[in-house]
């Protein structure tokens, strides 16, 4: 089983094939009637960020290089690593890729609050309202830059084998990502590629694919790039996992699949992005993509670029 998931995921064409609906169904009408009548007998909400240390989320995906499609290998996106209570309020820290890198977050409510860190050498922390998770209601996230958002309505669909509410935030025509009852993040598009939710531990229990320690094709041997701080505003340090020696080529694209700058054939482990385009030009705020190369190896990364 695990060797044909292994398979699939490195057809890239086959990837870019598929829909959301491939990767999520939309409920059945048995399965919604089943879905409202176990709701009705328990009405309690099942929380769209489930918080505890130890969660882990899997992820999968593809995206345009420039001229063909590439496979984003099967990885661990997103984990709580530690609590801590921080203003009286016991908060989870999320590791992973961008944009859950640094952030502690807590859950009030129908509302997702994150506390997120900026490090400018001192530490310093700032609140910021990260998710609303109401149909109907408009609010005004941190990362969106002042500009609101509004909760649609929920969609039944099966993620991992369970029936549940579905929320899709558009960020923009082009940008949107899906939020599942009970499991958090699950789905992102973008303008050239897309990743999806494989497998997640929540709360102790195994949903989807989650992998063995020795299986061989998950994060083993793959490369790694991280990004600090992260958002920025003006300049961002990005590291490539040290154990690797060879030089290693290094892009970043924004969401239109366009190629800012790239350094080409480098040997330093770490090297720093101004925010600026090849033509020397200051980027405007958003999301910026990196992709890394390290002879066969690849990965791929978020960055945000704030006012």
Known sequence: ????????????????????????????????????????????????????????????????????????????????????????????????????NARWM?????????????????????????YVFTPGVTFYPY??????????????????GHVVN??????????????????????????FGETYLMGAVLDGINYGIVPNVDDQFVNVGSLSISSYPNPFSNCVNLKLDSKFTASSDIFIYNLKGQLVCHWLDTKSSEVVWDGKDK????????IYFIKAVNGNRTCVGKLLKVR
Not at 143 to 160: A, D, G, K, Q, S
């Open 1 to 100: 089983m695990k060797l044909l998931v292994f398979v699939i995921l490195m057809n890239c064409t086959l990837l870019s094939a598929l829909s959301v609906d491939d990767y999520f169904p939309r409920a059945t009408p048995q399965q919604e009637e089943e879905y409202y009548t176990a709701k009705a007998n328990n009405p309690l909400r099942t929380s769209y960020n489930p918080l505890q240390v130890g969660n882990k989320w899997y992820f999968s995906g593809w995206y345009f290089d420039g001229e063909q499609d590439q496979s984003i290998p099967y990885h661990l996106e997103r984990e709580v690593i530690a609590d801590s209570l921080i203003d009286g309020i016991l908060h989870y820290q999320i590791s992973g890729l961008a944009p859950y």
């Open 106 to 130: 807590y859950n009030q409510g129908d509302s997702t609050i994150a506390y997120y860190m900026v490090d400018n050498g001192t530490h310093e922390f700032h609140h910021g309202l990260w």
């Open 143 to 160: 990362w969106n830059y002042n500009n609101p958002i509004t909760c649609p309505h929920f969609e039944l669909r099966n993620v991992l």
């Open 166 to 191: 579905v929320i899709r935030f558009v960020d923009n025509p082009s940008y949107y990502f899906m939020w599942a009852e009970g499991f958090g993040p699950c789905y992102s598009s973008f303008d």
């Open 279 to 286: 033509l020397s030009k200051t980027v405007s705020p958003g």
